[in-house]
């Protein structure tokens, strides 16, 4: 495979199913969700300092490797047949449009504390099951 100027986010999963498929590396191939965890924390940490440090280029890099971790655990979701990186986006888009019923449905909100309250409520209604699509 020819390194690209450019990379989609369907060729990065690409790329990550087929570290872990039979012609995989041996090292991504022996990889778990609890194996990876270290590498999930020192990444985030990695992300964080870049912040901290305001450095754009690093960080950069740095979310790249955060997001490697989030699709290697999905690809591992996946091949135990309980969840695909899809489901992780789908999750999480439901979840942004649900908790910002400002923006995306007919709520008005007067103030950043209103909008927070708002939040809270939404969540807390999350956790019981009473919102649709959670």
Not at 60 to 67: A, R
Not at 108 to 117: A, F, Q, R, Y
Request: net charge negative.
């Amino acid at each position: 495979m020819e390194i690209k100027e450019k990379y989609s986010f369907q060729e990065l999963v690409g790329i990550i199913a087929k570290l872990r498929g039979e012609h995989g590396c041996p090292w991504d191939k022996k990889q778990t969700h609890t194996s990876l965890i270290s590498c999930l924390m020192e990444e985030s940490m990695e992300v964080r300092e870049a912040i901290e440090k305001e450095d754009m280029e690093n960080l950069c890099e740095e979310l790249g490797d955060l997001l490697l971790q989030v699709v290697m655990h999905a690809q591992i979701a996946c091949e135990h047949k309980c969840f695909d990186i899809e489901d992780v986006i789908t999750g999480i888009s439901q979840k942004m449009v649900r908790r910002h019923p400002h923006v995306f449905g007919g709520l008005d909100v007067t103030d950043e504390k209103e909008l927070l309250k708002n939040w809270e409520q939404i969540k807390q209604q999350e956790k019981k099951g009473k919102i649709q699509g959670k």
